[in-house]
């Protein structure tokens, strides 16, 4: 078995796939730069000023001329990863969505283990998180652990740690955030690579908050829709479901919260559910 190299700052990019993101672009970025050396920011047809405030950071920037989705923004940044050899990259989006200070938690997950996708799983004020957004991280959740055969929480965040064995795979189907619920099945299938959760905070518009964020680019019913035809075929042309369902409920969530309290892990359950 290949030796896995160690996760640090130096080896691991962040990739930010970016549309029309000029609200806090700037503050995205430059947050990820405080807990990494290398940033690279696919912007997707952005007809706001995204590109050219990117463009005054000290970053790698690639553009799409028009818009061509999530997913192949997310296969843009993955190869120009690979071509500069980091050993491993984390997604965000560019929405402010996400906090880079999680970046050092999610590598430390990574080095305890290897092989693993390890996704930001938004567990920590989950109750600031829209209703709507909730039943499909719920429903996105039983459906792509069946296809993957092991449970996890929160499929549908965009923050995420890919190591380099994930970037390499190629042909992987489905566009927008159907693509981000297709890498944990093809990773899961081609390369036996688990899931493992860290807990992050929920970060939306409130009532009780002055921050800002950009009507999300995620449309309940259109996307869910997409999510759950692509994933529902996948479990269907896998075949043996039954075995794969046992399997499923066989393998708990993995998360990696150290230092958590009894109470903290249990305050995750609910997310967990979806036998």
Known sequence: MAEHAHLHRGNVAVVIPALNEALR??????????????VIVVDDGSDDATPDIVA???????????RMGKG?????GFAEARRRGFAAVV???????????????????????????????RLKKRGTQPWYRRIGNDFGDWGIAWACGFRMVDTQSGQRLYPASVLAL???????FVFEAQVLISAARRLGCGVVSVPVETRYHCADSDEQFRKSHFRLYRDLKLITLHVLGQVLTRGDLLRTWRAKRANPPV????????????ASEPMQGAG
């Open 25 to 38: 672009i700037d503050e995205v970025v430059s947050e990820a730069l405080a807990y990494s050396e290398h």
């Open 56 to 66: 005054a950071l000290p970053v790698t920037l690639l553009r799409h001329p028009r």
């Open 72 to 76: 192949q923004a997310l296969r843009d």
């Open 91 to 121: 997604t965000m989006d560019g929405d402010g969505q996400h906090r880079a200070s999680d970046i050092p938690r999610m590598i430390e997950a990574a080095n305890h283990h290897p092989n693993c996708i390890v996704n930001g799983a």
């Open 170 to 176: 190629d042909d992987i189907p489905g566009e927008g």
């Open 255 to 266: 998360i990696f919260d150290p230092g958590a309290t009894p109470d903290a892990m249990l």
